[in-house]
């Protein structure tokens, strides 16, 4: 399996000097990756409850969030050879012209390093701020993604769709990696399984529960088996949230909490249901440091 990072990029500690202190630390310790995700705003009477915690609220973090493509920038520019990805950029607040041309560019100045992870999103107020409406949110993607692809694989490509239209014309430059950077795409119902294996390269989730990640991995197989692909030949990356402990918690642990060994097992796991890569996501952990993210990133570095 594959590791990644997630960069320093919400709250406070997300400052130029911790950004590239953690790309070139993964890089050294022999991680595959770094990773970045969009959030635009932190609304004060939110229209929609965050999915993520009980009560529905917004972690504090998201008050201050670093734009995506700009970090992966800088990080592709204080790298070598470590790939940069994100999971996930939201489709309906770009359009696929102006989106490829700038995954494009990142693509080529990282020389060809660019995991393009892409999803819906939930924030009615974001599509609102983006001047997008939030109804048929889903076709718009789809519309999207074959847009996106066009783009990155025509000499000269043409599109007229329902959302998007672009006149025959040339869009230059292509990506490095052939035919387009892995897509992977976000999403937890059936339509986004079938949109991850029809019009992706795989699925970007997050870690859950053992059980539930089943559940995940058994849709996303009868998607792929509807649309004649093998799961086990497309990418399966999810972010989690490892808490390393000095001493187990117990039978009755969180899966990724606990001891290095403990979570060394749950890796492994999560490997042999089918997932590719898991991202170690720390942004959101209570007073992080660089200095505890490389404490994690030395305990769980790849073999």
């Given at each position: 399996m594959k590791l990644g990072i997630a960069l320093p990029q919400i709250g406070d500690w997300a400052t130029p000097e911790n950004i590239v202190k953690v790309a070139q630390r993964a890089e050294e310790l022999g991680y595959n990756s770094l990773w970045v995700q969009e959030r635009l705003l932190w609304p004060l009477e939110p229209k929609s409850p965050y999915p993520v915690t009980p009560d529905g609220s917004l972690p504090e973090q998201y008050q201050y969030v670093l734009d995506p493509i700009v970090l992966l920038t800088y990080a592709a520019a204080n790298t070598q050879n470590i790939r940069i990805g994100t999971s996930v950029l939201i489709m309906p607040y770009h359009t696929p012209i102006m989106l490829a041309k700038q995954l494009t560019t990142l693509d080529v100045i990282s020389g060809g390093r660019f995991d393009c992870g892409l999803g819906l999103g939930w924030s009615e107020d974001e599509y609102e701020a983006s001047n997008?409406?939030?109804?048929?949110?889903?076709?718009?993607?789809?519309?999207?993604?074959?847009?996106?692809?066009?783009?990155?694989?025509?000499?000269?490509p043409e599109f007229h769709g329902r959302f998007y239209n672009v006149p025959?014309?040339?869009?230059?430059?292509?990506?490095?990696?052939?035919?387009?950077?892995?897509?992977?795409?976000?999403?937890?119902n059936p339509r986004a399984f079938q949109r991850a294996v029809t019009l992706g390269d795989g699925y970007n989730g997050v870690i859950l529960p053992f059980d539930q990640m089943i559940g995940i991995k058994t849709g996303l197989e009868q998607a792929a088996e509807a649309a004649g692909r093998s799961l086990g030949k497309l990418e399966f990356v999810c972010r989690g949230n490892p808490q390393l402990t000095d001493q187990s918690p117990g039978a009755n642990r969180d899966p990724l909490i606990g001891t290095a060994q403990e979570i060394k097992d749950d890796l492994k796991r999560y490997e042999e249901m089918g997932i590719t890569e898991i991202i170690f996501e720390l942004n959101f952990v209570s007073g992080i440091t660089t200095d505890k993210l490389f404490h994690t990133m030395e305990q769980l570095r790849p073999d």
């Open positions: 997008t409406p939030y109804k048929n949110r889903g076709d718009r993607a789809d519309e999207f993604l074959t847009c996106l692809k066009v783009l990155w694989t025509e000499e000269e025959k014309s040339k869009v230059n430059p292509k990506p490095v990696q052939k035919p387009h950077p892995p897509i992977t795409v976000g999403g937890f």
